[in-house]
């Protein structure tokens, strides 16, 4: 697969971003078809993902929005049965034909609908991915804790209580553990899966300022199903439905001057 | 209007006192296996605390003693204490790693068409009635023990530990496969998407998940294991010295009742009420400890 076709599709799929993007591409999806058994649930869905920037995904539930994050760091392998075909490049390599899964997941860290902190305290969930990478050092164990833990905004709320479990904070604080978690792999890319849906108002206001801070150093990718979220912290902004991708562009362009009549509709509350 | 209404609370009345005679069975049918638990236990600890109340024996020295020969009124239980406690811990040494790593493969790793005819398989197991397990043993494992390690008599220490982590197998799999299958898919995902590998994924966070599940499965394997009487009184020998190495012939405290109870009387006979005991004792000590630690690790 050559650049010069990513860019064609690029051109295809979202004209207006194409002017302005300026900035270096991290993710290339050229052609994506997925399959859950027999049901296509993903039509070649070609999408261009700007390096540090935010990138929503919208659509009505049941459209490939969240099967299509979980493309991106092959996270469908799990599920049995799934066939992919069509090509993703993050950094211009290929994760589908490449084997090292694990060195993908590092790189392209995940952010859960619902906080996943695992049944220990909150130091060792900081700590399970580093330590899982062969890091074993305390001093260094330590300050990666404390450096991911205050790049979430949670260290002072939880700075006095690092020994105890994890699964006693709220729930607004313990997904921005859990994003602590991810940005302790030193990722790349952070995809989000409505990290807000199971949080109270304030929390997930606070999300939203971590995730419009967290973008000067890396790519986010956010699955959400509240459009003035998508408003507010995007970007670019992307719209599926049933599996294809209808429209794809700056998330203001996507919000005013949508030009299909399809994410007017939704946009404004017509359906979904 | 009003006849409707009357026979409306007629049928009500009706309702009402059913649900107070259903509640009512429900309770009778709980107290019966209390009443059973209460009389059996009494029963055991009033036919087998006998002899020690009325001061004629030592309960220290019938613990202790290493003699057991009713015809000199000896009874000292100390080989089969020993007998039951090697059996036992022998039988988990064997049985919890494999059916642990089993339940493993079950949940997490074997497709789901492998696990579909395996877990099945493994339940299957648990229906065996335990004189069969025996009769196995003695057909197959002993003679083998007696081939392969020269032995004089192959029903020895060794052969009861064979035999018991076999059957407790399908209990510490099925178990531990429900206690592992039970613990959240997110906790799974969180891991993976953090670049673990499967197999740490399995026991970095899964197994510390399931501890508790998996405790519960020792327990009840644990339990199975020291109660087993049919399948060891076949392999075990039931030599009355205190074992010294896994070729020994042993007999442990559930053969001891088993052997003896048919023509016991008197003293005898309440000296086995007493091996009961103490074999009951084993059984809450262990599920007592066990429990705290389980306990301890939520």
Do not use: H
């Given at each position: 697969m050559t650049t010069i076709l990513h860019e064609t599709t690029y051109t295809q799929a979202a004209p207006i971003a194409m002017e302005r993007g300026y900035k270096a591409t991290k993710i290339n999806v050229d052609k994506l078809n997925l399959f859950y058994g027999d049901k296509q649930a993903l039509f070649d869905v070609s999408l261009n993902i700007q390096e540090k920037e935010v990138t929503a995904l919208i659509g009505p539930s049941g459209c490939g929005k969240s099967t299509f994050l979980r493309t991106l760091n092959r996270m469908n392998d799990l599920i049995e049965g799934v066939r992919v075909s069509g090509d993703i490049t993050v950094d211009g390599e290929n994760i589908y034909t490449s084997q090292d899964v694990i060195k993908l997941r590092t790189k392209v860290g995940m952010v859960f609908q619902k906080p996943n902190l695992f049944p220990m305290s909150i130091y060792d969930n900081v700590a399970y991915g580093p330590r899982m990478q062969g890091i074993k050092n305390k001093k260094v164990l330590d300050a990666l804790v404390e450096e991911s833990l205050r790049g979430a905004a949670i260290w002072d709320e939880v700075k006095d209580r690092l020994k105890t479990s994890a699964l006693g904070l709220s729930g607004g604080q313990q997904q921005r553990v859990c994003i602590a978690r991810a940005i302790a792999m030193k990722p790349d890319v952070i995809l989000m899966d409505e990290p807000t849906s199971a949080l109270d108002p304030i929390s997930t206001l606070k999300v939203e300022e971590l995730i419009s801070e967290l973008k000067k150093d890396y790519t986010i990718v956010i699955v959400t199903h509240n459009m003035q979220q998508a408003a507010r912290i995007s970007d670019k902004t992307a719209f599926f439905l049933n599996g294809e991708v209808i429209e794809y562009d700056e998330t203001d362009v996507i919000f005013q001057t949508p030009n299909d009549s399809r994410t007017e509709d939704y946009i404004t509350g017509r359906f979904g | 209007m009003d006849t409707t209404h009357t026979d409306m609370t007629?049928?009500?009345?009706?309702?009402?006192?059913?649900?107070?005679?259903?509640?009512?069975?429900?309770?009778?049918?709980?107290?019966?296996?209390?009443?059973?638990?209460?009389?059996?236990?009494?029963?055991?600890?009033?036919?087998?605390?006998?002899?020690?109340?009325?001061?004629?024996?030592?309960?220290?020295?019938?613990?202790?003693?290493?003699?057991?020969?009713?015809?000199?009124?000896?009874?000292?239980?100390?080989?089969?204490?020993?007998?039951?406690?090697?059996?036992?811990?022998?039988?988990?040494?064997?049985?919890?790693?494999?059916?642990?790593?089993?339940?493993?493969?079950?949940?997490?790793?074997?497709?789901?068409?492998?696990?579909?005819?395996?877990?099945?398989?493994?339940?299957?197991?648990?229906?065996?009635?335990?004189?069969?397990?025996?009769?196995?043993?003695?057909?197959?494992?002993?003679?083998?023990?007696?081939?392969?390690?020269?032995?004089?008599?192959?029903?020895?220490?060794?052969?009861?530990?064979?035999?018991?982590?076999?059957?407790?197998?399908?209990?510490?799999?099925?178990?531990?496969?429900?206690?592992?299958?039970?613990?959240?898919?997110?906790?799974?995902?969180?891991?993976?998407?953090?670049?673990?590998?499967?197999?740490?994924?399995?026991?970095?966070?899964?197994?510390?998940?399931?501890?508790?599940?998996?405790?519960?499965?020792?327990?009840?394997?644990?339990?199975?294991?020291?109660?087993?009487?049919?399948?060891?009184?076949?392999?075990?020998?039931?030599?009355?010295?205190?074992?010294?190495?896994?070729?020994d012939s042993v007999r442990p405290l559930t053969t001891n009742i088993a052997l003896e109870m048919g023509y016991a009387a008197g003293t005898h006979q309440e000296m086995l009420f007493a091996t009961g005991i103490v074999l009951f004792s084993f059984i809450l000590i262990l599920n007592f400890v066990l429990s705290k630690l389980s306990k301890g690790g939520q």
């Open positions: - | 007629k049928a009500n009345k009706r309702k009402y006192a059913l649900e107070k005679f259903s509640s009512k069975l429900f309770l009778v049918c709980a107290l019966l296996s209390v009443f059973s638990l209460v009389l059996i236990v009494g029963f055991v600890f009033y036919k087998g605390a006998t002899p020690f109340v009325s001061g004629e024996y030592s309960f220290i020295n019938f613990l202790f003693a290493s003699d057991w020969v009713p015809s000199e009124d000896k009874f000292g239980i100390w080989p089969m204490i020993v007998a039951s406690l090697y059996a036992t811990i022998g039988a988990l040494v064997i049985g919890v790693p494999v059916g642990l790593f089993t339940a493993i493969f079950l949940a997490e790793i074997a497709p789901k068409s492998v696990a579909k005819i395996l877990s099945p398989a493994i339940q299957l197991l648990a229906g065996i009635p335990s004189v069969l397990y025996g009769v196995f043993g003695l057909a197959i494992i002993v003679p083998f023990l007696q081939n392969n390690l020269g032995l004089a008599r192959g029903q020895s220490l060794i052969a009861v530990i064979i035999v018991l982590a076999i059957m407790m197998l399908p209990t510490i799999v099925t178990v531990s496969e429900t206690a592992i299958r039970a613990v959240p898919k997110a906790y799974r995902e969180g891991s993976l998407a953090l670049g673990a590998s499967q197999i740490g994924t399995i026991f970095k966070v899964i197994v510390p998940a399931a501890k508790s599940g998996i405790l519960a499965a020792v327990v009840l394997g644990l339990g199975r294991a020291i109660g087993e009487t049919m399948a060891v009184i076949l392999v075990a020998g039931n030599a009355l010295i205190v074992p010294t190495s896994l070729t």
